[in-house]
């Protein structure tokens, strides 16, 4: 007998659990356990390939590690050229060719955040100093108080 979860052969075809995995051999149906050689069973095969897939992921990517995800993230806290590092790395995951899907879509929607900020930025700005200017506020006679006449 032949462990479904292992793929090793079973001497004793009573047993109850798989001597190398422990995987239990009579729970489910009969047909939970394949008989004959692995490398000639293509639904034992097929099995193997599915229950790699799934935990890998779609298309068989590997989720990130934590520390890629914390680097990433880490990166406009850079002085100086943080910011702009992260600008580009962002284009460079989201529309690269070597990222993990994951990263690109996270990517791409931080590019997205990113744009939306900015552009809500200048919105308010332009409001707030048309206000200040409705006011009557004046920059120049402001500034004209910090000014040293010689």
């Known amino acids: 007998m032949i462990c479904k979860s292992c793929g090793r052969t079973i001497d ?4 109850n659990f798989c001597f190398y995995c422990g995987t239990s051999l009579k729970e489910g149906r009969a047909d939970d356990f394949v008989s004959g050689p692995v490398a000639g069973n293509q ?7 599915n229950s790699t897939a799934k935990a890998e ?5 590997k989720p ?3 520390s890629n995800w914390l680097g990433s993230m880490l990166l406009p806290f850079i002085p100086i050229i943080g910011g702009v590092a992260y600008i580009i790395m962002l ?3 989201g529309f690269g060719g070597k990222a993990p899907e994951s990263k690109k879509n996270w990517a791409r929607a931080s590019l997205i955040v990113i744009a939306v900020s900015l552009i809500l930025l200048v919105f ?6 048309q206000q200040l200017e409705a006011s009557g506020f004046d920059v120049n006679s402001y500034m004209q108080q910090f000014l040293v006449n010689p």
């Open 64 to 66: 990130l590690a934590m």
């Open 12 to 15: 004793n075809e009573n047993s």
């Open 43 to 49: 639904e034992y095969n097929q099995g193997i390939i």
């Open 91 to 93: 284009v460079y995951w």
């Open 57 to 61: 992921g779609k298309d068989g990517e």
């Open 124 to 129: 308010y700005l332009s409001v707030g100093l």
